[in-house]
């Protein structure tokens, strides 16, 4: 939606450094070990680098500077392995944050698909993970292909229901190719994320027809102002059941399974409002499968084919997911990562409160 | 859609045995070896009890008998695996029907996951296997979760695109409970599946908003008259971007890749309407990753949770994937499975042209 973006006026730009920098700074006075904290800075602007705001330091490292201040979060977590296989591992998080034991889960789970061509790992007790695709683009330069899913707390109104059941359960998955940029799709299970209905009410702005449910579970079909603070009725991809909504809701149920209850540690409505989100992650190393450099150049003439798609009257061009996160990627690199002067604000602000470096 | 569904004084019921020996006894005339004749009877057998009679022996036996008669596949497939590790098989179908060769490829994954806790195995060179989630469903008896995708010819235009480019592409996930049904999601990643398109064109029945395109690509969001045959340009699930079209767009590039690109075979624009369809299995051996026994006690807590959930107004009871098809299942065993009168017909028909055992 448009009237969700954010304009230049109202921003500031940032060098990627600088803002990397200031976001080290804070996590280091949060407790986190520094290594840790570069690792967290990473996930965190590699979303704001690649336009994915919601989850970057812009809109995400208040959150966590509340949950560390609020002890909801581990900043030194003692995680551990609780079952290993060849192909597998378990992990108990110890309540670290999610952007700082998923990359390390990953690894794990990209050393056992170099053995045996997959690698999986669950993580319980973990805390949010930020943008789903950075952990599974990391399979990307050690030719594999890469999968993060996450099972949060409930936000989304199975189809028929008039209460939330299911989190916003996003999936992510990363595939490399040659010339072309990498496919990366992460996307939430619900219409959209609960953070565009937050920036919609923050806004003022309504929300387009099929995003959220009625108070008695009925689909919203029509424009409607975004429901109160702490209401969550968000609807499963498909909005109706005519439309599909049971794939949304069934698509949310199987994150659930592998990122909830086969961690071993519950699903994402029973987990009480505590923060907790669980995850899993997959690395599958494509020559087990096939011919890597074959694979690599087929990939690029599908997504070349999906590019050059003829579009649709009132669009220039179709997309694939990944290829415009590329392009803003390269652009805020030249450019600097433009961010909403209230966002530089509270940087300067925070790095006062808690005495870190500022370089914003 | 309730216009869709097959009224009772059009049908028929047939016992699951004598549909199942009828079916077997066609198959063995298309030349197709007797154990295999069995498995591809219990495919659509299964489907057919399940209520999933556009994959079952109503809808698709016709097709696969002509697909037979004009070689477009093999009855006597010398399938091989192209290569091999703890978790991964690469598998050439020699052009076998899916529904043979896919439980085949899943016996392996089940093998190897047993042994390492992941196994996953892609075919190339497939055809057609009906239900996705009959194979997934192979693992449940093994306490483990099955997938399947399979990567079928372009149906699908992208979001913002006038032109199809991928598949129906579904994907379908099976993990087990203890006392309650088990969680089976099988769905399209387009709104609809092709074969509704076409039932609701043979009833006479208007296509309701967001399941097809306009000739130039722009998505109808009312209701419609069915598109010509042979047009193809279903939406993604999502129906338009506002509503998340990209994610149903990017999930079906997700299977293009797992189960199309990933097997080596290409993916399903480029088989250029041979029919081919190429797949992806996979069994996660649960016991790998936690104890069983608490898997499945959580499964039951978190499917009763769903099921119990308040209804919206209109709606008796909300449901969870795979619940339906397991009261279907139950239904249709006690009472015999019904069939469109002209089903049976046709089947009468086929065993005599074929001088085939006919039990129905």
């Known amino acids: 939606m448009d009237a969700l973006k954010l304009k230049e006026k109202d921003t500031i730009r940032m060098t990627e450094s600088n803002l990397r920098e200031t976001t080290v700074a804070i996590f280091e006075k949060m407790g986190v070990p520094k290594d840790d904290c570069r690792l967290a800075a990473d996930v965190l602007i590699t979303a704001d680098l690649r336009g994915v705001a919601s989850h970057g330091v812009s809109n995400i490292l208040q959150r966590y500077v509340g949950f560390y201040k609020d002890k909801l979060v581990n900043p030194t977590p003692e995680w551990k392995i609780l079952r290993e296989s060849p192909a597998v591992a378990s992990i108990n998080a110890d309540g670290g944050l999610g952007i700082i034991i998923a990359p390390k889960a990953m690894q794990i789970a990209i050393e056992k ?10 993580i319980q007790n973990g805390r949010h993970l930020s943008m789903a695709s950075y952990h ?8 594999m292909i890469g999968m993060c899913m996450t099972s949060t707390m409930p936000f989304m109104i199975p189809t028929f229901g ?53 108070a008695d579970g009925t689909p919203i079909m029509r424009e409607v102002d975004p429901p109160a603070p702490g209401v969550d009725r968000l609807l499963p ?48 190393n ?34 694939y997911p990944g290829l415009p996160e590329s392009e803003c990627e390269k652009e805020y690199k030249a450019k600097g990562i433009p961010l909403h002067h209230e966002v530089v604000e509270w940087l300067r602000k925070t790095c006062s409160d808690y005495k870190a470096a500022c370089y914003v």
């Open 113 to 122: 698909a170099r053995n045996v061509g997959v690698g999986m790992v669950t």
């Open 136 to 143: 599974a683009m990391l399979a990307l330069k050690h030719d």
């Open 162 to 214: 008039a209460e939330p059941r299911l989190g916003t359960n996003p999936i992510a998955v990363a595939a490399p190719a040659d010339r072309e940029a990498p496919f990366v799709y992460d996307a939430a299970t619900t219409v959209v994320a609960n953070n565009k209905v937050t920036l919609a009410r923050r806004m003022g702005v309504k929300l387009p027809p099929g995003w959220v449910a009625d």
């Open 237 to 284: 991809l498909g909005s109706i059941k005519e439309m599909g909504s049971h794939k949304g809701y069934g698509l949310a149920g199987v994150v659930d399974i592998f990122s909830g209850i086969l961690t071993g540690g519950g699903y994402g409505a029973n987990n009480g409002g505590k923060h907790v989100c669980n995850h899993c992650v997959v690395a599958y």
């Open 286 to 319: 494509i020559e087990t499968f096939m011919d890597v450099a074959e694979f690599k150049r087929t990939m690029d003439e599908w997504l070349m084919m999906l590019k050059t798609t003829k579009p649709a009257p009132g669009h220039d061009r179709v997309l």
